[in-house]
């Protein structure tokens, strides 16, 4: 690139403006032109407080709230036949259950969250990315506008139990509701989208935060 041409002017309160043109050596109707100059602006007349009189910024929790999905497998088979009719009826059961293999999160929400409703609220929408179509059929679409209200209903039910659970600090309680989830946290198992859909289990739990940290 080659200057053609290059001036400065000043504004009121002394204000400068510069201003070039570059020309292509190779091409010189082709150009390019650079512009640099200085604004005034307004400034608050909190801007110039000491450090010590401004206001403290907000702890961070030491408890964040996290997504874990996963995609529920039958047991393997056994390939050796059980003649005590006990070893039978257990392996059946052992059979019926699922084991949990790790989904990963879709790409509408991250994997952890500062509040226990924004959590819940990102599972919902991920129970939707993954159980919805896009463009339902009439049988299909029913059934989505029904399960909408449904998870709906699960958020709104699931944000009355963490108020009700609160205790003095204002922190939601981490005991046990039920079996695999605590209180006020999502927990939920659905079929996936498709008639090849699999079966996901996606629960809301929480991780503590420990060592130095600035958000």
Known sequence: MRCKLNTTKVLQNSLPVHEAVFSSIEDPSRSLTLKLWVERAEVSVYANRAPSSASASPLISETLYALRL???????????????????????????????????????CTEVHTSLESANRAAKRVQIELSHEKAPKS??????????????????DLCSEAEE?????????LFEYEEG????????????????????????????VSGPRNI
């Open 70 to 108: 996963w995609r529920l497998a039958d047991q393997a088979d056994s390939d050796s036949e059980a003649e005590d009719p006990y070893e039978n009826e257990q392996r059946e059961k052992e059979e019926k259950e699922k084991v949990r293999i790790y989904h990963p999160l879709p790409y509408i």
């Open 139 to 156: 049988l299909q679409a029913q059934w989505q506008v029904a399960n909408l209200r449904e998870l709906n209903n699960k958020l709104e």
């Open 165 to 173: 659970g609160d205790d003095e600090s204002g922190a939601p309680s």
């Open 181 to 208: 989830r605590r209180r006020g946290c999502w927990r939920s198992m659905f079929r996936g989208v498709g008639h090849n859909g699999f079966d996901f289990e996606l629960l809301v739990t929480s991780v503590g």
